[in-house]
């Protein structure tokens, strides 16, 4: 039977584990055993199906254990980035005709394999960048909802699409491919994000140059080969891992690149789209950029919340993984009336948060990332000390490893450094807010719109934080964190990004150009 949108079931979300369940412990337990086993395998770039073995390498650690290496990958050179133009280039002619359900068939396969190997890539995720077990399992399964949900899309735009009809012609509007594409993923949702960057892309149409994190190549370079599996042909998606400033702003600026999807920093997003604006010789087309950088979260805790709920929800967003979210909450912004008890209630949950190896399943929180990450939050901690009255943490969580205390400064001023700078780590500011209009004003107050939250009983400040609250992500009455695949469309405004949302109905478009037909009939 052919696949059709109507032929598949309805999209529904993977459930993500809790790991209550000993059978998941022990699938859990095992799966780290196996990919221990294969630390320090090295993985060639991936050129139109070619496996190539450079000289210079990126050696993924540990972030646990710095002196284990995860895995040996090898470095594009410019040359090998530009032949990987090149044959993404030429496989686009072909591809670009393969009709959007064979497409969409090879990501649902690809889907599929991940599903059968979900511990294996939770282990991956755990090892490779220090996500505890349900940090992992949420990755995992958001990549395969991404993947599931964006071949699904597919189909659905594949579809005739409604059009006034008007006598005397036949028109129709169909989506094609835009060309080839430089994806640019990060390595904090290290398997989601580049999954979906990479299969939105590619399910479109397009032909891909993956440039992953050096943080987090490893996990890119096992579904390069699961695309390979699942049916992908060579040369739709090239593997170039290697150093930014040597290839990165080469891949952007080559003629043959059409588009560029990047999740990152807003400095490098913002060099990104300032680059890909000029046009080069022999370039025929303006270039689309898909960025969605940083972050400024905050959560408003109104004079009317229910406190434990905010104290939980302002916890769980401020430290899940770290802080190393772009949508983690970073400023908890607290009404005056209750500001002192929800201090109080804030310090004491978070005495309760385990710091240490992510691969013990009792620990909230594991490392961040690399050193480099380490330097940066810790130099933060030390301005939060001035700026500010430091309630939890505020040092090193462990002697080995990249491990930091959750960090909570209260009394922070709305313009503090550590309330408008992205820290990306485990460090929290509470403001206090004289009343609901202050806390509006102060939410609203920084260069970002990404992700945000309100805690209220009050119909009227809720449907004031509809109307006001500027960020791509609101949440009522929860936490900042955890979009789901076509539940939460994700995406954020000002120096956030694009507001690409993805995960929702709109993604697609941007990996697309529509196309009207029109025939004279009679």
């Not at 102060?442 to 400040?461: C, H, P, Q, R, V």
Request: hydrophobic share 45%.
């Amino acid at each position: 039977m052919t696949t059709t949108l109507t032929s598949r079931p309805p999209f529904t979300n993977e459930a993500i584990k809790s790991f209550s369940d000993p059978a998941d412990v022990a699938a859990m337990t095992a799966a780290l055993a196996k990919v221990r086993a294969t630390f320090a395998t090295a993985y060639p770039l991936v050129i139109g199906g070619e496996r190539i073995t450079t000289e210079k390498k990126i050696r993924s650690i540990n972030p646990s254990k710095p002196s284990e290496i995860v895995g040996v990958v090898s470095s594009a050179s410019k040359e090998q980035a530009l032949k990987a133009i090149d044959i993404a280039a030429d496989a686009f002619e072909s591809w670009k005709r393969v009709s959007p359900v064979e497409r969409a068939e090879i990501i649902f396969r690809a889907a599929g394999l991940m599903r059968e190997r979900r511990f294996l890539y939770d282990a991956l995720l755990t090892l490779e960048v220090g996500k505890s077990w349900p940090e992992a399992d949420g990755d995992v399964a958001e990549a395969i909802d991404f993947m599931e949900y964006y071949a699904r899309e597919m189909l659905r735009y594949a579809e005739k699409q409604p059009i006034v009809p008007v006598a005397g012609e036949d028109n129709e509007v169909v989506y094609i491919p835009l060309g080839v594409g430089a994806v640019i993923p990060p390595w904090n949702f290290a398997c989601a994000i580049m999954v979906g960057m990479t299969t939105a892309a590619v399910v479109s149409g397009n032909t891909v140059v993956l440039k992953p994190s050096s943080d987090s190549a490893v996990i890119a370079a096992w579904f390069v080969d699961l695309l390979e599996e699942a049916g992908l042909p060579h040369g739709v998606v090239n593997f170039i891992p290697g150093s930014g400033g040597e290839i990165g702003d080469l891949v952007v600026s080559s003629p043959k690149i059409r588009f560029i999807s990047f999740t990152g920093s807003k400095e490098v997003g913002l060099h990104i789209n300032e680059l890909a604006a000029k046009p080069q010789p022999g370039q025929k087309w303006i270039k689309r950029v898909v960025a969605e950088m940083g972050g400024k979260d905050s959560i408003i805790v109104a004079a009317d919340a229910d406190l434990d709920a905010a104290v939980e929800g302002v916890a769980t967003a401020a430290f899940g993984f770290q802080g190393q979210k772009c949508s983690a909450c970073s400023r908890a912004i607290v009404d005056a009336t209750l500001y002192d008890e929800f201090v109080t209630k804030l310090q004491a949950r978070v005495a309760k948060m385990t710091v240490g190896d992510p691969v013990n399943h009792g620990n909230f929180m594991g490392p961040v990332v690399n050193e480099a990450a380490f330097r940066s939050i810790s130099e933060y901690i030390e301005i939060g000390k001035k700026e500010g009255r430091l309630i939890s943490g505020g040092g090193r969580a462990a002697e080995e490893g990249y491990f930091l205390q959750p960090t909570v400064f209260a009394d922070i001023a709305p313009d503090a450094r550590i309330s408008q700078e992205e820290i990306f780590g485990p460090v929290l500011a509470i403001i206090k807010a004289n009343d609901f209009d202050h806390a509006m004003e102060i939410a609203n107050n920084t260069e970002f719109g990404l992700t945000g939250a309100i805690y209220s009983k009050d119909e009227a400040k809720l449907e004031r934080a509809r109307e006001e609250f500027f960020v791509g992500n609101l949440y009522l009455n929860r936490k900042c964190t955890g979009a789901l695949v076509g539940v939460h469309p994700f995406g954020g405004f000002n120096m956030s990004g694009t507001d690409s949302k993805a995960g929702g109905r709109d993604y697609l478009l941007l990996f697309l150009q529509a196309k009207s037909i029109s025939r004279k009939i009679g």
